[in-house]
C-alpha cells in the first residue's frame, strides 16, 4: 500500500493569466516583437508548463539565463527559439551552436570561439551584440564599437543578427534612462552601417511600460508577464494575478500570556493568544526578512499577523480573533487578499526574489 499524504504548502499557477498579460505587453507595444522573459523557471512559475502555453502565441524568442534551461525547452518540445541573455561559458557553447540557440557576444574572444565551432559543423551562427549603455554587467562599451566592426565582419560563420542592451534604472532614473535610450540609438545608428541588425532591443518590463524606444523593434517582457508593473503606468489595471501561495494549519494551540514564540523569543504575548502554526517557512521560499515587519496571512477569512521569527518549515500566526480553526485549513499568504507586492515590501526586497524564490519543495499546480 502507498500513502501520500497532501502538501502542507503549494503554487498554484494561472497559465491563462499569463498568456493574458502578454497579450497586455503586445498591446503597449503593438508592432514590436517579444521575447518572453522565463529564465529562472519562469520567475517561479514553472519553465516548461509555461514555455508550452505561450510556444503558440507567435513570440520572437524565450529570454533564459544559459544552456541549461535552453536544454530543457528543447526537451520539452518547445519549438520558439530560445535566447541566452547573458554571456555563455566556453563549454556551453557547442551545444549552443549545434542547437541554434541564440547567444550574445561582449567581447571578440566570444565571437571568436562561436565562428570557430560554426566553422567545425559549417554553419552560420547568429548571434546578438550586447552594447553597456550602462548597466555594467555585459557587452561592448560604445567606445569599443569602432574598433570590433571589421574584426566581426571577417569572420565567416558568424553573422550579427541583432545588438541589446538593458536598462539598470528604467523603474527608477527617468532622465538617466531617456540619456540611456539615446546613446542605444546612437549605438544602433552606427552598427546599421554594417550589420542587417533584425533585432533591436534594450526593454524589460520597466522600460516597455515606461519609455519610447523608436529604434528597438523587440522587447523582453518579465516581471509583467507575471502580473506586476515594476512602475507605474496606463495598463497596470489590465494585468491579472498569475500565482498564488497557500499552505495549511497544521497546529492550533491556546498560548498563556508572556510566552514566547519562535526562535529568540523575540514575540512575547502579552495576553493569552490562540497561535496556528502552518506548515510552511523559509525552506520553501517563505522570506526569513518579514520576520516581526507586520507580515499576515488569509484565513477563513480574516487577516492574521504573523507571530515572531519565520523558521525553516513552519510559521506561526495569530488566530485568536477567528471564530474556528483547525489543523487542514487553508492558508492564504499570496494571492487575491495578499498581492505579492506586499509581501515584498515586509521583507524589504523585491518582487523578483519573491517570485523566484519559491522552492522546489512546493508543487506547482496549473489551472488554464
Known sequence: MTHESPPRAWVEVNLEAIAHNLDVARQALPDTALM????????????????????????????????GEARRLSRAGVRT???IL?????????????NNWCATISTLEEALHFNSLAALYDKTFLVHMAVDTGMGREGFLPSQLNDVVNPLLALPNLRVDGVMSHFPSADEDVPYTQNEIGLFTDCVQQ?????????????????????EIPVANLARPGLLLYGVAPM????????????????????????????????GRTFITAKPTRVATIGIGYA?????ATSGKGARVYLNGHSCPLLGRV???QIMADVTHVPFVAPGDEVELIGPHIPVTEVADKADTIVWTIFTGLGPRLPRVYST
Open 191 to 211: 552598427l546599421q552601417q554594417h550589420f542587417r541588425l533584425r533585432y533591436r532591443h534594450i526593454a524589460a518590463s520597466a522600460g516597455e511600460l515606461g519609455y
Open 232 to 263: 507605474a503606468s496606463i495598463y497596470d489595471g489590465l494585468l491579472k494575478p498569475t500565482l498564488r501561495l497557500s499552505s495549511r494549519v497544521s497546529l492550533v494551540r491556546e498560548l498563556p500570556a508572556n510566552h514566547g514564540v519562535a526562535y
Open 36 to 67: 518572453p522573459v522565463i529564465k529562472a523557471g519562469a520567475y517561479g512559475h514553472g519553465l516548461e508548463p509555461v514555455a508550452r502555453r505561450l510556444d503558440a502565441d507567435g513570440i520572437a524568442f524565450f529570454g533564459v539565463a544559459n544552456a
Open 311 to 313: 523558521t525553516m518549515d
Open 284 to 288: 520553501d521560499g517563505w522570506p526569513r
Open 81 to 83: 527559439k530560445p535566447f
Open 86 to 98: 547573458g554571456p555563455t561559458f566556453p563549454e556551453e557553447r557547442e551545444e549552443i551552436v549545434l
